[in-house]
């Protein structure tokens, strides 16, 4: 999806630091830099994809919107459950012994 430069509040690139989705661990203001990497580079999402800031390039340069920012932030989230606890003891017993079983052990 675009930016609608006519729809969204366009920020500048220095504006889109100052927004909390792109604060530091510890609550602190990161350097624009943060905006220019997730603007070439991306971040990658929970499923492995990576994701791209939306940008668009006017007169008085590259600016974002507040709106790509929250479409951003979704795609990273992309709205899945990520179980990250491990595996129970007896979960990773019936998987090892399936895989035994598979291999005919």
């Known amino acids: 999806m675009a930016i609608d430069v006519n729809a969204e509040e366009l920020l500048t690139f220095t504006q889109a630091a100052r927004h909390p989705a792109f604060r530091t661990r510890n609550g602190s203001r990161p350097h624009v830099s ?7 580079y ?28 929250a479409r951003f932030v979704a795609r990273l989230n992309d709205d899945v459950e990520v179980d990250y606890r491990g595996p ?18």
């Open 88 to 105: 129970t003891a007896s979960e990773a017993a019936v998987l090892a012994e399936a895989e035994l079983d598979a291999a005919g052990i």
């Open 34 to 40: 943060k905006v220019y990497r997730a603007v070439l």
């Open 42 to 69: 991306g971040s990658k999402s929970v499923t492995g994809q990576t994701v791209k800031l939306e940008n668009v390039r006017l007169p008085g340069g590259l600016h974002t919107s507040t709106e790509a920012i």
